[in-house]
């Protein structure tokens, strides 16, 4: 199939693909709409050594943090970290159901570790958000080395606190909508297509001609009301029907002069006609 059939399957069937793209696009409107919003909020740590004051003692402590940074990011969604969020917000969740909405990532190239968490609660968000970022600097000053006066040789600062967001992460209605519309559109494309492909019908000349390669000479329409079996040309017909018998007429005469054993197919829509 051409783009110029494709083109012509579009007009043909536009109906049908301006229905269907309706159809998704308001579907998808309404399912995002009434769906319940969610909101993320951040908290940002910083992570430090505790070393000696030389460049080289600096230097090699920046370098051990940042490589620790990934180990900090995964303790902050283990049950080691979310246990005791969960006891002290008062969760009816478990620490793998609350790990699923919590994640941590590391600002490139620093020692700053974002916190976020989601929920369908804004104020919720915040509240998760801070409690975990708390709760990882205990875990992580508990779990480093210890220097020879026991204190920890990781320090860990919590730089931002995690504020209630105003407007939710999801749904986003323009973006869902706009996807929908463009779903609905090659939806309706498809099914024009194949209504085309599967549609083995003749309804209309052009039909004829795209099968039989041959030309149609004339189109009788249907004359209302007659039902006797007399020729339509001695009841008397409309002129619009008229016309119809005079240009099958007038191309017969042309199709007959230069044409030896020619062939002519009538046909019907139904039987009886």
């Known amino acids: ?21 309706v159809l998704a696009t308001v579907l998808v409107g309404v399912v995002s709409h009434y769906s319940e919003p969610v909101y993320r909020s951040s908290a940002s740590l910083y992570f430090s050594l505790s070393v000696g004051q030389s460049a080289s003692d ?28 969960i006891e002290r917000l008062g969760l009816d969740t478990t620490s793998q159901q609350l790990a699923s909405s919590v994640s941590a990532s590391r600002a490139q190239e620093t020692s700053i570790l974002d916190i976020s968490a989601a929920s369908r609660s804004a104020a919720t968000a915040a ?3 801070n409690a975990v970022a708390a709760q990882l600097v205990v875990v992580v ?26 407007y939710p992460i999801a749904p986003n209605t323009r973006r869902n909508v706009l996807a929908g519309f463009v779903v609905g559109i090659l939806a ?11 549609d083995t019908r003749v309804r209309r000349p052009d039909d004829v001609t795209a099968v039989a390669k041959v030309p149609v000479l004339g189109q009788i329409s249907r004359i209302p009301g007659r039902s ?38 009538i046909s019907s829509a139904m039987p009886g006609e």
């Open 1 to 21: 199939m051409t783009l110029r059939d494709l083109l012509a399957s579009f007009r043909k069937h536009l109906m049908l693909v301006v229905a269907t793209t």
């Open 58 to 85: 600096l230097n090699q402590g920046n370098t051990y943090t940042q490589s620790q940074m990934l180990s900090f990011a995964q303790l902050a969604t283990m049950p080691i970290v979310l246990d005791p969020v």
């Open 127 to 129: 509240d998760v958000a």
């Open 141 to 166: 000053e508990d779990l480093a080395l210890r220097d020879a006066n026991g204190d920890s040789t990781v320090n860990a600062k919590q730089v931002k606190d995690a504020q209630v967001p105003l």
């Open 188 to 198: 309706g494309l498809l099914l024009a297509y194949l209504r085309d492909v599967l």
């Open 228 to 265: 006797s079996q007399r020729p339509a040309v001695v009841l008397g017909v409309s002129e619009s029907h008229a016309e119809e018998f005079r240009r099958l007429r007038t191309n017969l005469r042309f199709l007959s002069v230069d044409t030896e054993g020619l062939c002519l197919v």
